[in-house]
C-alpha cells in the first residue's frame, strides 16, 4: 500500500483509526510508504493512528512545520516506530511493482519562502502501465504556476486529478487543468461542509470541458482501478469505464 494522508482528528477519535486503517486492515497488505502533502489537521490528523496500527515503512512530507497537534502526534508516533522518515524533493522516483512514483513539488528553497501550508503541498504524479495519476494536495495557484513555469507540459499531464484543496476557488486554475487535460477529476471534500467546496467556478471550468468530477461529499468512497490500459471507476455499487480522450470533446 501507498497511503496519501490520514483525514482528520476530533474529540475522542480520528479518520485513521474509523476509516484507514480498517480499509486497509480488511484488504491484507503492509504499508510501503506514507505520504502526507502537507501539516494540517484535516490530512495529519489521522496519521498517528495509522503509523501506530500499520506500520509503514516510510514517511515523505515536505517538511513546512505547523502548529497542528496531529502533526505532532505523528512525528511522535513515527520516532517510536523507528520508520525512515524523508523530506520530498523534485525528481525524486520510487518504484513498487511496476508503479512509478514521482515527486513533482516542493523543493526545499520553495517551501521555506511560504507562510501557507497548503502551499506547499506534495505532488506526486502516480503512473502505471500508459496511466497516469496526479495528486495535489491542497496546492494553490502560487504552486500550480510554480509547476507550470518549471515543468514541460508532458510531465504534468494525467489521466486522473486529485483536486488539490478540495475544488477551492483557489486552486485547479485554468492554464493548470488545461495543461494536465484529464479524463477524470476526483474531489475529496466533507458533505455539506462550512468551505462550500468544491467552488462553482471550478465546477463549471471542468463541465466546460466535458470532464466529469466524481465527488466524496456526493458519492463517498470512489475506487478507481487500473490495469495500465484502461481506467475503471467504482462508486455506490456501480462500476463504470472512463472514456478515452478521443470520445471526448476538448474546448
Known amino acids: 500500500w501507498v497511503l496519501i494522508d490520514a483525514g482528520p482528528s476530533w474529540d475522542g477519535g480520528d479518520a485513521g483509526r474509523r476509516a484507514v486503517v480498517p480499509y486497509v486492515q480488511r484488504r491484507g497488505g503492509a504499508v510501503a510508504l506514507m505520504v502526507l502533502s502537507h501539516a494540517h489537521e484535516d490530512h495529519v490528523g ?7 496500527a500499520l506500520e509503514p515503512r516510510q514517511w515523505w512530507e515536505p517538511a513546512f512545520v ?7 502526534r505523528a512525528l511522535t508516533a513515527l520516532q517510536e516506530s ?18 512509478s512514483i514521482d515527486v513533482l513539488a516542493p ?21 502505471y502501465g500508459r496511466r497516469r495519476f496526479l495528486f495535489m494536495g491542497d496546492a ?13 507540459a508532458e510531465a504534468l499531464q ?9 475544488g477551492s476557488r483557489t486552486s485547479s486554475g485554468a492554464a493548470f487543468v488545461r495543461a494536465v487535460n484529464p479524463l477524470v477529476g476526483l474531489v475529496s471534500v466533507g458533505a455539506g461542509n462550512r468551505y462550500r467546496h468544491p467552488s462553482p467556478e471550478v465546477l463549471e471550468r ?3 470541458r466535458q470532464v466529469p468530477l466524481l465527488r466524496s461529499d456526493r458519492e463517498g468512497s470512489v475506487v478507481l482501478s487500473t490495469n495500465g490500459q484502461w481506467l475503471e471507476a467504482a462508486a455506490h455499487g ?7 480522450r478521443s470520445a471526448i470533446g476538448r474546448p
Not at 523507528?82 to 508503479?99: A, E, F, K
Not at 494525467?158 to 488539490?164: F, Q, T
Open 46 to 52: 489521522g496519521a498517528a493512528s495509522v503509523i501506530r
Open 66 to 72: 505547523t502548529s497542528s497537534s496531529g502533526y505532532r
Open 82 to 99: 523507528g520508520q525512515l522518515w524523508r523530506r520530498v524533493y523534485p525528481g525524486q522516483r520510487w518504484q513498487l511493482d511496476g508503479v
Open 107 to 127: 523543493d526545499s528553497s520553495w517551501t521555506a519562502a511560504q507562510h501557507d501550508a497548503n502551499e506547499t503541498s506534495v505532488v506526486l504524479r502516480v503512473g
Open 140 to 152: 494553490e495557484g502560487d504552486e500550480e504556476a510554480w509547476l507550470l513555469e518549471r515543468l514541460p
Open 158 to 166: 494525467a489521466d486522473v486529478l486529485k483536486l488539490g484543496h478540495h
Open 206 to 208: 471542468f463541465a466546460a
Open 238 to 244: 456501480d462500476r463504470w469505464r472512463i472514456p478515452e
